[in-house]
């Protein structure tokens, strides 16, 4: 599910190879397993800079969900779960992430192409640098399955993309181009798909040109400044907020996710759901 490959001295390669499934994430399994990665090689004294890729034409296409992460927390059909598993579950899930990326010690460079849409679209808000192949689509589709405009990662994403374009983006999930992004200061360059990775290392070389203390002492700067910001509150706020959005009540005319998935199948359920915003626009 996840590759781990030391391809010069100060630089690794985390990849999420599950392209069959566009390497959608699977909770918490691949959860466990990045989170594994990212602490090999923040362990490693000799790594300074890793790069977060995804095998196959797309980065990654969010969360798989055959299996939501609240199920994997063990909600049952027909059953209330614990608020207290909920809590537990989601902080397990979102530590996995933030404590590998934010919080972490070595400098992350997200390089995506194809479908970089869900987790993967937090992955891409949460890197320190952000290269993309000319064919990268970012959307944070979760909005659309009722998380509306509350996004786990949403003071980065409103730190990355401005408050209105932000929002936009969390309230419609439509797409955002890698030109778009380019053209807003977010991506810090584009490339085509076949150079991908070729940028990707050239951005990487650049950062392991600095000595390994200061590396780190400036992602402790970086991270200070988000402490001030609020950051480490949100997330807190976050482990809380994920589990009253799974036991919200659903109105008869709204869209609900679970209840059409079981119906119809996960794929057929969120292109109903994509139907909604798309025939208003917002592809």
């Known amino acids: ?9 100060h630089i690794a390669i985390i990849t999420l190879n599950r392209p069959h499934r566009r390497n959608a994430i699977l909770t918490p399994e691949m959860n466990i397993v990045l989170q594994e990665t990212f602490l090999r090689a923040q362990d490693d004294d000799a790594v ?39 809590m537990r579950g989601f902080r397990k899930t979102l530590n996995s992430t933030q404590e590998s990326m934010t919080w972490g010690d070595k400098v ?6 194809g479908c970089t849409y869900g987790q993967g679209f937090s992955f891409a808000m949460m890197a320190d640098l952000l290269v993309l192949a000319d064919d990268a689509k970012l959307a944070r589709r979760q909005s659309r399955i009722g998380f509306a405009a509350f996004d786990t990662q949403l003071p980065m994403t409103l730190l990355r993309l401005g408050l209105n374009r932000g929002m936009e983006a969390l309230l419609t999930g439509r797409t955002i181009t890698a030109k778009e992004l380019l053209d807003w200061g977010v991506a810090n360059s584009v490339v085509k798909a076949e150079n991908l990775m070729d940028e990707a290392m050239r ?3 650049a950062v392991a040109a600095h000595s390994t203390d200061n590396l780190m002492l400036g992602k402790r700067a970086y991270q200070q400044y988000l402490h001030g910001l609020g950051f480490a509150a949100f997330q807190n706020f976050a482990t809380v907020a994920h ?36 025939d208003l626009g917002f592809e």
Request: glycine share 8%; with cysteine.
């Open 108 to 113: 992350v460079i997200a390089a995506c192409q």
């Open 243 to 278: 589990p009253l959005f799974t036991n919200v009540v659903w109105r008869e005319d709204e869209k609900n996710f679970l209840r059409e998935r079981d119906r119809v199948g996960g794929k057929d359920a969120m292109k109903n759901l994509n139907k909604v915003w798309e």
């Open 203 to 205: 951005y990487a070389r």
């Open 1 to 9: 599910m996840v590759l781990y490959e030391i391809v010069e001295k």
């Open 48 to 86: 300074k800079v890793i790069i977060l890729a995804g095998s196959g034409t797309d980065f990654c296409s969010g969360e798989d969900t055959s299996k939501t992460p609240v199920e994997s927390y063990g909600l049952k059909k027909g059953q209330r779960l614990p608020q207290s598993l909920r």
